[in-house]
Structures are given as C-alpha cells and as structure tokens.
C-alpha cells in the first residue's frame, strides 16, 4: 500500500534546489512507480493540495502531480467548499456523501517544459503545502500548454486554462526551486 510522505515546509533548502530530469529508462522503475504512488496517496490525504511537485516530499526530481479536483475547482467556479460541487439535493439525499471523499484521478507530469504560454496573465490567490498559512494574489498566465511524459513513460501534451494552468505553473515553479511567495503581488491575511 502507498504511503504517505511527510511535506517538506519552507526554509528546507530542497525546496530551493534545481532537480533532475528522470531518465526515460527510470520511469518504469519499481523505485520511481512507488514514489509516485505515494506522491497520489499524500496529495489525496492532503484535503487542501489540488498538487505536489516531488521537491516539497523531499526528492529532487522533475516529477509533479495535478488531482483533476482542479478541473472540477474550474467547472464550479473555483468554488472548493464541502458540498459546493454537488447539486443542493444531493446533500439533502445524502449528507454523508461530501465533496472530499470524491476519489479523485492524478495526472502524473514527469520533466515537464512549456511549451507555450497566453500573453493575458490572470491574478489569483494562492497558498501552498511548503509554505503553511501563508497566501497571496499571483499573476500567472490564463492558458499554458506543458510537454510532459506520464507515469506509463508516454510523452504527452496538454493545454490548460484557468485554474488547472494556475496550478500546473505553481508545481512547475517548484521544479524551478521558486515558492509561489516569489512571485507574490501582494499577501492576503
């Protein structure tokens, strides 16, 4: 069974360092399978992360993971309280049934790199797991598109917008050994 790691909080200098590019070879690894279950396993015990980059687990690889509760953030309006994703009858039917115990679905983003980016950047708020009560408004492109490999080794490309390019930018920062307080306009209380 997946375990769940500890996060990495800020000053850790892992946070700031540069990390390696995993060889395709190494992605179908017994080493690099597991690490990535349990990035998935501590990202779903994590109830305020929507991602984790493989620096704030203490590992320094190019490796980051997105849950698809972003693209649902996105549907809902980026709203992201217990029950807001589900229709007012749903509760009513099933009060048990809340929004965090959705068993969500993890993109796996393995050397990621942009390949484009919108001009229009979009301010938004943003916190992060390295970086406990702690949020600010930051400016990131509204549309991006990345050039990944999954967890199966398959080279990939996805475009994002709205929030998903907020966070999928936010985790690529983390492979950069920037924290979203680098990039801060201002901090909210």
Known sequence: MPAKLPIVKKPDKIL?????????????????????ADMKETLRQTPDGVGLAAPQVGESLRIF????????????????RVGELLPPHAMEENPKKLYEEREWHYYVFINPRIKNSSRKKLDGPEGCLS??????????????????YDETGKKFTRGASKFVARVIQHELDHLEGKLFIDRVKRMIK
């Open 16 to 36: 700031r360092k540069i990390p390696r590019d995993v060889s395709v070879a190494d992605i179908h690894s017994p080493s690099i399978q597991e690490f990535i």
């Open 131 to 148: 970086v406990p009560g702690t949020f600010g408004i930051v400016p990131r492109h509204e549309k991006i598109t990345v050039e990944a």
């Open 65 to 80: 993971i997105v849950s698809d509760e972003a693209e649902e953030i996105d549907r809902a309006g980026g709203r992201r």
